[in-house]
């Protein structure tokens, strides 16, 4: 989410940039334009409503009309003249660190490249200027009835969702989940309102996201059945996903558990290849000890409707891998390459499912007493890791992506290394992977 903060803050900057004469200034026009807007003869104006739209805007905009987001520290002194900050600290958000510079009226918080990456008004001229701006364009839509404004009101709609998606993404990164959350679900809102009229489902989906992550799980189910409503799956199918996981928090009854297998299987069924929903079902199945067969009865339908798409049988190996069964799982995966000799997936879940069986025993290993015991252990980690190294080796001769090509060999240069004193061919297989690596 923090990479579509900073683009949603640059966008917003420009408007913010663009308020004129300050907070006492905001403050005078509104007032002049709350005053025509309850004149009877001047409140059956278009032009009343919209200017009390704008002046509502300006008055949002106001307490950071001489900052913009990329601007740095320096840039900021001159442009702010006389108002300095109070006090200075350095916080850690979401992982970040950040330079927060405290004003009167506001935080400024500057990345690590020493750039203005967010505002934060702690004092705003008037209290909810985006939702009364919001009625006042709604006012004016209303008695635009020969409908001289409507590419004005929109603009000015669609501004109002910038302003508010802004600030889902600033209270989000501040770790304030509630306030996300109330943002993001009144961008969606504003963004349908007429004669904008756009359906904003990422919004939607965001909305229920972060009532999910402040464990509001309520209200994130009635926000993502709203998401399924209007067609909106997200990447993956990951609305299934989290509704499973409302439904798994709310109701742990039986009728629960089906809501639960049903939004699954249901996802699963229109999103086959998603690692989130198959995870889901493996886990419902698992723990409810109900008979996983149905999982692969799920798979064996998406191939039926799609037989020569290799990534399926991907899914049923790491299906087959996830619930130990490692024989069916290698002739799963080297089906992929049977349909799709350039498919390089099924060579890298083969290689990993061997991989993570090594580290699994090694750890067995290391935690066993018995000399025999310990030793039969060593054996079986050095099989496993031996038999990583042939499917790994066809995944980096394949592929054409250069980051998976990294991965891959980062892998390799570890199983080589654990036998370089033992054959000649391991040492050269390490030091390439080790040259290719570095």
Excluded: H
Aim: glycine residues 6%.
């Amino acid at each position: 989410m923090k990479k579509i903060l900073i683009v949603l803050a640059l966008i917003a900057s420009v408007q913010v940039a663009n308020a004129q004469g300050g907070v006492a200034g905001a403050k005078k026009a509104l007032d002049a334009a709350l005053e025509a807007s309850q004149n009877a003869k001047k409140a059956t104006k278009v032009a009343t409503w919209t200017k009390l739209a704008e002046t509502y805007l300006d008055a949002y905009n106001a307490p950071s009309a001489n900052v913009w987001v990329g601007a740095s520290e320096n840039e900021l002194k001159l442009a702010m003249g006389n108002d300095k900050p109070s006090s200075t600290e350095n916080v850690v958000l979401g992982g970040e660190q950040y330079v927060k510079q405290v004003f009167s009226n506001k935080n400024l918080y500057f990345n690590s490249r020493g750039q203005l990456e967010f505002v934060d008004v702690t004092k705003p001229v008037v209290e909810n200027a985006l939702g009364k701006a919001l009625e006042a364009y709604k006012k004016a839509y209303e008695i635009d009835t020969k409908a001289t404004k409507t590419k004005e009101i929109a603009d000015g709609i669609k501004s109002i969702v910038t302003k508010y998606t802004n600030e889902a993404y600033n209270a989000y990164t501040l770790g304030n989940l509630v306030a996300a959350e109330r943002f993001f679900e009144n961008a969606f809102s504003a963004s349908a309102q007429k004669p904008s009229a756009a359906i904003d489902t990422s919004a939607l989906y965001n909305a229920g996201f972060t009532a999910f992550s402040a464990e509001n799980y309520g209200k994130a189910k009635v926000l993502f059945e709203q998401c399924l409503d209007y067609g909106y799956f997200a990447k993956d199918g990951e609305v299934y996903v989290k509704l499973a996981d409302c439904v798994a928090n709310l109701d742990t009854t039986a009728t629960g558990k089906a809501l639960q297998k049903d939004y699954l299987e249901k996802g699963f069924t229109k999103f086959p290849q998603s690692q989130g929903l198959l995870i889901g079902l493996i886990n419902y199945y698992v723990t409810s000890g109900q008979d996983t067969e149905r999982l692969f009865t799920l798979i064996n339908d998406a191939k039926k409707n799609e037989p020569n798409n290799a990534s399926l049988y991907y899914v049923e190996g790491n299906t087959r891998a996830q619930l130990g069964q490692y024989d069916e799982a290698v002739a799963a995966y080297e089906k992929c390459a049977q349909i799709d000799p350039n498919y390089e997936y099924g060579y890298i879940g083969e290689g990993l499912m061997f991989y993570k069986q090594a580290e699994e025993l090694v750890e067995k290993a290391q935690n066993e007493m018995d000399d025999n015991k310990y030793m039969a252990l060593v054996q079986q980690f050095e099989k496993a890791l031996k038999s990583c190294i042939e499917p790994f080796e066809k995944a980096y001769s394949i592929t054409k992506d250069e980051t998976i090509k990294g991965s891959v060999a980062e892998y390799l240069k570890n199983a080589f290394y654990r036998f370089r004193d033992e054959d000649p061919k391991f040492m050269a297989g390490y030091e390439k992977y080790s040259k290719l690596v570095n």
